[in-house]
């Protein structure tokens, strides 16, 4: 029977009300009200008055989870606040000495006492670490508005559609008092009960079984059918928080109360404990228990409470430093080895490849494992043929743990490394160690790393060069997977990164899944990476060892290319962060022949970016006593060096002086064993030849002594010092840091009174403290922004 529209919208509000508070009770309090069948009645009505009066559906209404039509793809979301990820701890002694690291990264927080006594306790935040798919729920207004995975914690892809089908999140949320932006992070799973019971229907069905619960909560939440996730037994269970724009309490733990009020599930297991001890005791606890859990857990993650300490501790390159996993030992099991087979890596590194009789290893099929190298596998004393134990390390990676010497066959055969590569057939030799002692002598030993020597000939390392040079952190060029770029090598169309630059539309729409519009878009894509940063395209290179952070070093400091590619390894240590074996490892990249070509031919496709003079940050840098100190001579360390450059003058009096040994003999400061080694060094024409080199070019460079010391012309925050605290909106700290770079400005982790400038954002604490007592300027993001602005680095 139809009822009046104003009867129908009264009725239709207090069911969604009643259900919401069902839910509520049932998902987050784990208290149900009501059975199951008067749930469903009540479900059932409000269904059928929305089908008559389908002008008062609302997307937040229960009814709205069944999943809409499904989608062509997923879209790309952008973490306004990076989702990191956690470091990991094995063993107690790990987590003890994160403790430790804890109490001293805050050493002027925590209570008076000695640091490690009973008064420097930190609170810690624990629960169990679910085996599921990270998430993160946006609310706008408390109404779901987005709900996005975790990607690679910067990137993510748009699920809305299917977290919206997932029964225990809130479409609204309950109470008042939240935020007006609020994303809320947490994890999506599946319990053992409703895997065993999806299992058993996709057999009954004839269709595919999981292997595990995680896999089957992040295959089902990444369906591009929402009404296939929908049909999945999946649940979510809250662990924080990313974007705020509103107020949120002080301590974590308070934050996941407030997110249980506000109708968010959180773990049933949420404690507080004081100090290490108890976090030991609770992880204890939890792992005689984990069998009996209704969910999967791998371990216990572990948070500082205190959201100030938390800000005080700050990050890592990609981890927090205030939180830690405590992992569970890894599950074992026995299985046998079939075979070894060779794998050949971008920079042709050839790694042995275990092939094992399949085996359940902690609900996961382990077929095969990584044996590192061949140290590793003299070192188990592995043959083929061997019974093995093997561990999935952090439950995650499989691993060759020891040999069951009782078990070997008869006809067991050893594992040799291949004299020629598997994919190529070039020689494979092994590398050599190269160890410098002072004064730049080097000893050479054999390295544990076997390699092939055909380098991009070899298509296995052109393919991962190449997938490399396309990532996203190098030269990002949309759309070039790896099946495509084996598709491009196989084919023959490309022999090195640079020709890529010469597909053609006739080349790329032959290959298999290319179409017109594919086609256009790839080439598109080619076209718009021809002008790359410097800091992206080194990075793209593939250098061994040199990371993002290295390469931005390289080309901040230095400013260009031709500089990067003829500095000396002396030169390269003066920079920040770069070693000694890092710098040899770039000499040595581009004092090869084939890379030097390579590079010739991209330079003909590509116009890098931000190349310059060397910052001026370097100009005239090297003092002679550092110049002396670093040429490491015997005996000779930095108040040795100084006394010899405030003495000698120049490179050449310092040559000078340790020839003339009446002068040196009577020189005070610097013992006669420091005497005796100067005189060796020099005597040496090589030691010579070398020291007048480096000195040649920093010269060249500007960074010697006697060359002119400069500031950044057009750059207006040249030689200040900025810092960043608190949390931005707008973007992130990383972006932030990289813009006022460019203007110039170098951004420092602590403020002192030469600080220029301290950026604060909200939940800013002894940062902001500390630059108020110094007088030193504060900045919201608001003003940060308009200097931005100004400067045309946003919109």
Do not use: C, W
């Given at each position: 029977m139809t009822i009046p529209a104003q009867q129908a919208v009264e009725r239709i509000a207090a069911l969604r009300s009643e259900l919401d508070a069902h839910n509520y009770r049932y998902y987050v309090l784990d208290e149900p009200s009501v059975p199951d069948a008067e749930y469903d009645r009540l479900f059932n009505e409000l269904k059928a008055l929305e089908a008559e009066h389908p002008e008062l559906v609302t997307p937040e209404s229960p009814t709205q989870r069944v999943g809409g039509a499904a989608l062509d793809a997923f879209g790309e979301v952008r973490h306004e606040v990076p989702m990191l990820s956690l470091g990991n701890a094995f063993e107690e002694d790990d987590l003890r000495e994160f403790d430790r690291r804890v109490r001293e990264g805050l050493a002027d927080q925590l209570p008076a006492g000695d640091l490690f006594g009973d008064g420097a306790v930190v609170e810690y935040n624990c629960e169990p670490k679910l085996d599921g798919l990270a998430v993160s729920l946006l609310y706008e207004h408390g109404l779901l508005v987005r709900g996005a995975t975790r990607g690679d914690g910067s990137t993510g892809e748009d699920i809305s559609a299917n977290v919206?089908?997932?029964?225990?999140?809130?479409?609204?949320?309950?109470g008042e008092g939240w935020p007006e932006r609020l994303e809320v992070r947490g994890e999506v799973f599946m319990s053992k009960e409703g895997f065993d019971a999806m299992n058993a229907r996709q057999l009954e069905s004839g269709g595919k079984t999981f292997a595990n619960p995680r896999n089957a909560a992040a295959g089902s939440l990444r369906q591009l059918d929402p009404r296939i996730t929908a049909s999945r037994p999946l649940e979510f269970c809250s662990y924080g928080v990313g974007l705020v724009q509103g107020e949120l309490p002080d301590t974590h733990h308070g934050i996941l109360q407030a997110l249980k009020a506000w109708g968010l599930p959180?773990?049933?297991?949420l404690k507080l404990a004081r100090g290490v001890e108890e976090c030991l005791d609770y992880y204890r606890d939890?792992?005689?228990?984990?069998?009996?859990?209704?969910?999967?857990?791998?371990?216990?993650?572990?948070k500082v409470n205190n959201l100030a300490w938390q800000r005080e501790l700050g990050f890592r390159a990609r981890e927090p430093r205030w939180a830690i996993a405590h992992k569970f030992p890894a599950s074992e099991e026995l299985t046998e080895l079939l075979d070894v087979e060779f794998q050949v890596g971008r920079t042709g590194a050839v790694t042995p490849v275990a092939r094992l009789k399949p085996v359940q290893v902690a609900g996961v099929t382990v077929s095969n494992a990584t044996l590192h190298n061949m140290d590793e596998v003299a070192r188990l004393g592995l043959m083929i043929g061997d019974t093995v134990i093997i561990r999935r390390a952090g439950d995650v990676?499989?691993?060759?743990?020891?040999?069951v010497l009782d078990r070997r066959p008869a006809d067991a055969r050893p594992v040799h490394i291949p004299e020629h590569c598997p994919v190529c057939g070039s020689q494979v030799e092994r590398t050599q160690l190269v160890k410098r002692s002072k004064g730049g002598r080097e000893s050479i030993s054999e390295g544990a790393v076997y390699r092939c020597v055909g380098r991009l000939a070899c298509a296995a390392q052109l393919k991962q060069a190449i997938i490399h040079f396309v990532s996203r952190r190098a030269l990002d060029i949309e759309g070039l997977g790896d099946k495509i770029v084996e598709q491009l090598v196989d084919t023959g169309l490309i022999a090195s990164p640079a020709d890529l630059f010469t597909l053609t539309y006739e080349q790329v729409v032959a290959l298999e899944g290319f179409a017109d519009l594919s086609t256009r878009n790839l080439l598109a894509a080619i076209d718009g990476s021809r002008r790359p940063t410097l800091a992206r395209f080194i990075y793209a290179l593939g250098i061994p060892d040199v990371g993002e952070e290295t390469a931005k070093v390289l080309a901040r400091s230095l400013g260009s290319l031709e500089r990067i590619q003829q500095a000396r390894p002396e030169v390269l240590t003066y920079l920040p962060d770069v070693g000694a074996e890092v710098a040899y490892e770039?000499?040595?990249?581009?004092?090869?022949d084939h890379n030097s070509k390579v590079i010739a031919q991209l330079r003909k496709h590509i116009a890098l970016q931000e190349e310059g003079d060397v910052h001026a940050e370097f100009a005239a840098s090297v003092s002679l006593g550092e110049f002396i100190a670093r040429l490491e001579i015997p005996f000779i360390a930095t108040t040795g060096a100084q006394k010899l450059a405030d003495q000698a003058g120049s490179l050449e009096g310092v040559i000078t002086l340790s020839q003339d040994w009446l002068t040196l003999s009577v020189m005070k400061g610097i013992n006669e064993k420091a005497k005796q080694s100067l005189r060796d060094f020099f005597a040496d024409s090589a030691n010579v030849a070398r020291a007048e080199a480096i000195e040649r070019q920093l010269r060249d460079f500007g960074m010697h002594w006697n060359s002119e010391k400069k500031v950044v012309e057009g750059l207006?925050?040249?030689?200040?010092t900025w810092v960043l605290t608190g949390t931005l909106e707008a973007m992130s700290r990383d972006v932030a840091k990289e813009k006022l770079e460019t203007l110039g400005a170098k951004v420092a982790g602590s403020v002192s009174a030469k600080t220029a400038c301290v950026?604060?954002?909200?939940?800013a604490g002894s940062k902001l403290a500390k630059a108020n007592e110094l007088g030193v300027r504060v900045m919201d993001e608001e003003g940060l922004l308009a200097l931005l602005a100004e400067h045309g680095l946003v919109a």
């Open positions: 919206r089908t997932v029964r225990n999140i809130p479409l609204k949320l309950h959180i773990s049933r297991e939890i792992g005689e228990r984990r069998q009996d859990l209704p969910y999967e857990i791998d371990g216990v993650v572990f990676i499989p691993q060759v743990m020891a040999v770039i000499r040595n990249f581009f004092e090869d207006p925050l040249a030689g200040q950026v604060a954002g909200p939940g």
